[in-house]
């Protein structure tokens, strides 16, 4: 992790192998497959967060072999509780502030997650959830403040941006409520 807490590229495709174990065991194909289609489909082709091995989770003891054998091609793959806790410090950090990529990601993989934690700990992800995107949206509102004046096309781009933001932040305040329901 970094030093604020928040998921390195490789950290994310770490969280999203073993949220997809815990949702059920698979062969070690399908996983590869899985992570490769989610991370793809938020990210688009990027071969920088493509990283995290399979072997490495099982010398790290986080995954095994469902049946106990050796994991090959065809063995179906388990998370550990090593693997359960690491889930979840993954599933809590941190999101940096700022509009990247990765962000999407991150954010992508704890709703998708999400469920897999306890109440607690789903209302914590829900308020930080809405303190980025209110974060987020303060900051374009200061960007737009300080080009207020200016020519061209960036007020109405912003105004387009800080639009979106707003009806996220509009829904994930519903969510959070009603996590806290």
């Not at 995954?63 to 993954?90: C, P, S, V």
């Not at 999407?104 to 829900?126: C, E, G, P």
């Not at 209110?134 to 200061?142: K, P, Q, T, Y």
Request: one cysteine or more; hydrophobic letters at 45%.
């Amino acid at each position: 992790m970094y030093a604020d807490n928040t998921l390195t590229p490789k950290e994310a495709v770490r969280l999203c192998a073993l949220g997809t174990l815990a949702l059920r065991p698979m062969r070690y194909s399908a996983l590869a497959d899985a992570i490769r289609h989610f991370v793809s489909r938020v990210l688009g082709p990027s071969l920088d967060v493509m990283g995290t091995s399979v072997e490495l989770l099982k010398y790290e003891g986080l995954i095994e072999a469902a049946d106990g054998a050796d994991i090959d091609n065809g063995t179906e793959l388990a998370i550990t509780e090593a693997g359960r806790a690491e889930l979840r410090a993954l599933l809590t950090a941190n999101i940096r502030l700022g509009a990247t990529e990765l962000n999407k990601l991150i954010v992508a993989l704890k709703f998708r997650f999400l469920h897999l934690l306890d109440k607690t700990d789903q209302r914590t992800q829900a308020d930080l959830l809405v303190e980025v995107c209110e974060s987020e949206l303060a900051r374009l509102d200061d960007l737009r403040g300080h080009h207020a004046g200016d020519a061209g096309f960036l007020i109405q781009w912003l105004d387009h941006d800080i639009g979106l933001l707003q009806r996220r932040l509009a829904w994930l305040a519903e969510f959070r409520d009603a996590l806290y329901a």
